[in-house]
Every structure is written in C-alpha cells, then in structure tokens.
C-alpha cells in the first residue's frame, strides 16, 4: 500500500524547492529554443525543473513511473501502478516574455485513478493541492464547491485558437453565441491555471482545443474536488494518456455549455 501521506509532504517540498531554484534564475536570461513550431517554446529552466523532479522521484520512489512533457519521464505502455504526471513549467511562453502566469503542474495517478493533484504557481507562491476525495486547497484554505450559475453572468477562459478554423467544431455556430451570451472571457495562456482558476471560482469554465497529459493531470484532480467537470467536448470522459480537447466547468454550466452550444457545432 503507498503512504498517500509521504509521497504528498515529498511532493509539496519538492516544488517549493523547485519554485526557488526557478526565481534565482530570474537574473539571467534562459535559454530559448524551440520545439514543433518557432511558437512552440522550450527552456533550459524547463528542463533542468523537470530533471529536478525526475531525480528526486527516482531517488525516492524507485517503483513510481513519470510521465513529463520534456521527455525526461519514462516510455509508458499503460496507466498500471504509481504515475508522476508532471509539466515543469506550464506557460512557457508566459515565463519567457513576462516571468510570470507559469505554474508547476504535478497530477499523481494509481492505475489510471485520480490520488494527487499540485498546480504551483512559482511567483505568487501560491499552491493549489487535493487529495482526492479530501477536497481542495488554495495554501491552507480549503476551497468551497462550486455553486451553479447562469451562462448570462459567466466568465469564459478561451484561448484566441478557436477563432482559426479548426477540424474539431465551428465557431459560428456554438463559440460566437456563446462568447455573446457569456459575461466575459479571458484567456491567461496557461492551462494548470486556467484550471485552478474554475477550481476557485475565478473563472466560471475554461474550453480549450488540446491538452497532453501534463497540461491537465494536476488540475483536473483539484477541480474535481469542488464538484467541477472536466470533460472532452461531447462530454465524455478524458484519456489521461492523451491529447484531448477540454471543457472544464461548474455543474450545471458544463452541461449547458455541451448541449446548448458546443454540440451544434459539431
Ligand atoms: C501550454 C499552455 C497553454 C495551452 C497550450 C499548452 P506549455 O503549455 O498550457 O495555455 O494553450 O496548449 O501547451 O507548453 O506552456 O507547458
Ligand atoms: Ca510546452
Ligand atoms: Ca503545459
Ligand atoms: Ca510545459
């Protein structure tokens, strides 16, 4: 049986400690490159925290697996056993152009089943934790569960992606509606935050195109936890292994969000 317990006080100090070594590097510039596409960006910093964690883990958890987006983890054929899911830094291009809005996002899975969820925001020292099924923290606050509330005094996060044409729905038809009936939108241009801002209630849902495994494993854990839905646009179930695009909302405005809008542009 796992001590939920040990791996948890290792958790939470370890991303303290990598959140320091983060801001002592805040003097120099990092090193820049990039991955897919000129837009997509990597760091050195992004490594090294990644490698940071690997290391700890290994030295740690010697059975525990780790899946991390800059490739440090392992090859994983399953969800089978203990799993790190871990996106060093979440808003790369956020760390790059302003240091700051980037979080450390850590989900721990067993067996494919939600157990530890960490969303580190690094410059406000701010940390968002669950447990699953012992409810969410903002630090040491615990986070109410979310109330219902209306699309009509809804704030949306919602990436400017949507309004390229895109093979997933039509915009015209579901996301214009939706952005016209909704209070407002943001778009803060990371995924762990945008997360743990529905968590908190300072965002009302937060739809996005594709998410991999370490933008949302951390995340969904601790909205979950306040009663918050995370699902694919048809609201079906994520694959945690997968990319997978993602409408996160309070009840009720989920399933409007699916039925009312997001279905007729499909
Ligand atoms: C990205 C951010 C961004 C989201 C992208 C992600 P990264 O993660 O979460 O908000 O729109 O899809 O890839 O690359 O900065 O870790
Ligand atoms: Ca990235
Ligand atoms: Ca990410
Ligand atoms: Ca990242």
């Not at 292994?241 to 409408?247: C, D, E, H, M």
């Amino acid at each position: 049986m796992a001590n939920w317990t040990l791996i948890d006080k290792h958790a939470k100090a370890w991303l303290q400690e990598a959140g320091k070594r983060i801001i002592s590097t805040f003097a120099t510039a990092p090193e820049v490159m990039t991955k897919s596409n000129p837009d997509d960006l990597v760091t050195n910093i992004d490594q090294e925290t990644e490698q940071f964690f690997t290391k700890k883990i290994r030295a740690t958890f010697s059975d525990h697996h780790i899946l991390g987006e800059e490739g440090f983890g392992d090859d994983l054929a399953g969800l089978s056993g203990i799993i790190w899911i871990i996106d060093p830094i979440d808003g790369t291009t956020n760390f790059v152009h302003q240091q700051r809005n980037f979080m450390i996002s850590i989900g721990i899975y067993e067996n494919g089943n939600p157990k530890l969820g960490y969303v580190y925001d690094v410059v406000y020292q701010e940390l968002y934790h669950a447990k699953a099924g012992e409810g969410a923290y903002w630090n040491e606050k615990k986070l109410p569960p979310l109330d219902e509330v209306p699309v009509e005094k809804a704030l949306i996060g919602i990436n400017s992606t949507w309004l390229i044409s895109n093979r997933l729905i039509d915009p015209k038809t579901s996301l214009i509606p939706l952005v016209n009936d909704a209070r407002g939108t943001r778009s803060y241009g990371s995924a762990a935050l945008e997360f743990v801002f529905v968590a908190t209630g300072r965002l009302d849902a937060y739809i996005t195109m594709r998410l991999s495994p370490w933008d949302f494993a951390g995340g969904k854990i601790i909205v979950e936890e306040v009663g918050g839905k995370v699902t694919n646009l048809k609201g079906e179930p994520l694959n945690i292994l997968g990319k997978n695009p993602i409408v996160v909302a309070k009840p009720g405005l989920h399933e409007i969000i699916i039925q009312k809008y997001l279905s007729k542009g499909m």
